[in-house]
């Protein structure tokens, strides 16, 4: 199941909507952005909680 949510994308901005689909199709960008951007790290916890 691909949960795509648009509204947590618009609100963040067009860079941080690419992660979390990137996320979703590989689940390994959330380890890098773990250190890098925290905020995208939780989004990819709910997301694989969707899954």
């Given at each position: 199941m691909k949960?795509?949510?648009?509204?947590?994308?618009?609100r963040g901005?067009?860079?941080?909507?690419r992660e979390i689909t990137g996320a979703i199709m590989?689940?390994?960008i959330c380890k890098m952005d773990k250190?890098?951007?925290?905020?995208s790290f939780s989004l990819c916890i709910k997301?694989?909680?969707?899954?």
């Amino acid at each position: 199941m691909k949960c795509t949510k648009k509204k947590t994308g618009q609100r963040g901005g067009p860079g941080i909507l690419r992660e979390i689909t990137g996320a979703i199709m590989k689940n390994t960008i959330c380890k890098m952005d773990k250190e890098k951007k925290k905020i995208s790290f939780s989004l990819c916890i709910k997301y694989k909680n969707y899954i």
